[in-house]
């Protein structure tokens, strides 16, 4: 592969003003990702950043109470962006990517916060922007949740299909 196709859904990111931040360090016993044919499931994220050099959680609470929508689909974004730092070094290249297969969230949801599906639209149309719609797109399952761990707003899942070998 040429260095420009070796970039192109980086530099889809760069375009969307959006950057991959370093590998994530697990929080438990447990790995980022785990490989099986072309198949890999990673671990779930949540929306994390990495500026001056640490990490940190910039929103916190529950959608419905403490958070907006867009706010709540930032983090969904955020959550994107660690996934696919999580996958790059399992791969070598994000555009050995052949098609996003599944996306779950759990969404930290105060009492009668029933709009989960448009704050994980901020992880979903960030997926089809990197990669474009015929492998971005994917299956989709929002999941209510009444606390998340670190009072984090979203986290998701994602299933991946990659080119053999």
Same mark, same amino acid.
């Given at each position: 592969? =040429? =260095?420009?196709?070796?970039?192109?859904?980086? /530099?889809?990111?760069?375009?969307?003003?959006?950057?991959?931040?370093?590998?994530?360090?697990?929080?438990?016993?447990?790995?980022?990702?785990?490989? =099986?044919?072309?198949?890999?499931?990673?671990?779930?994220?949540?929306?994390?950043?990495?500026?001056?050099?640490?990490?940190?959680?910039?929103?916190?609470?529950?959608?419905?109470?403490?958070?907006?929508?867009?706010?709540?689909?930032?983090?969904?974004?955020?959550?994107?962006?660690?996934?696919? /730092?999580?996958?790059?070094?399992?791969?070598?290249?994000?555009?050995?990517?052949?098609?996003?297969?599944?996306?779950?969230?759990?969404?930290?949801? /105060?009492?009668?916060?029933?709009?989960?599906?448009?704050?994980?639209?901020?992880?979903?149309?960030?997926?089809?922007?990197?990669?474009?719609?015929?492998?971005?797109?994917?299956?989709? =399952?929002?999941?209510?949740?009444?606390?998340?761990?670190?009072?984090?707003?979203?986290?998701?899942?994602?299933?991946? /299909?990659?080119?053999?070998?």
């Amino acid at each position: 592969m =040429t =260095t420009q196709e070796a970039s192109r859904v980086e /530099a889809r990111l760069q375009q969307l003003h959006r950057k991959l931040p370093p590998l994530p360090e697990p929080g438990g016993h447990y790995v980022p990702a785990v490989r =099986t044919g072309n198949l890999i499931f990673l671990s779930g994220a949540i929306g994390t950043a990495y500026e001056n050099d640490r990490w940190h959680l910039p929103l916190k609470g529950k959608l419905g109470s403490d958070l907006t929508i867009e706010q709540g689909r930032e983090s969904a974004r955020l959550c994107v962006l660690n996934h696919l /730092a999580a996958l790059q070094p399992l791969i070598g290249n994000l555009d050995r990517v052949q098609r996003i297969v599944k996306l779950t969230g759990y969404v930290n949801a /105060a009492p009668g916060f029933t709009k989960a599906p448009l704050v994980l639209d901020g992880a979903s149309a960030l997926l089809v922007s990197a990669f474009g719609q015929d492998i971005g797109s994917h299956a989709r =399952t929002a999941v209510y949740q009444h606390e998340m761990s670190f009072n984090a707003p979203i986290e998701t899942d994602l299933i991946v /299909a990659i080119a053999p070998d």
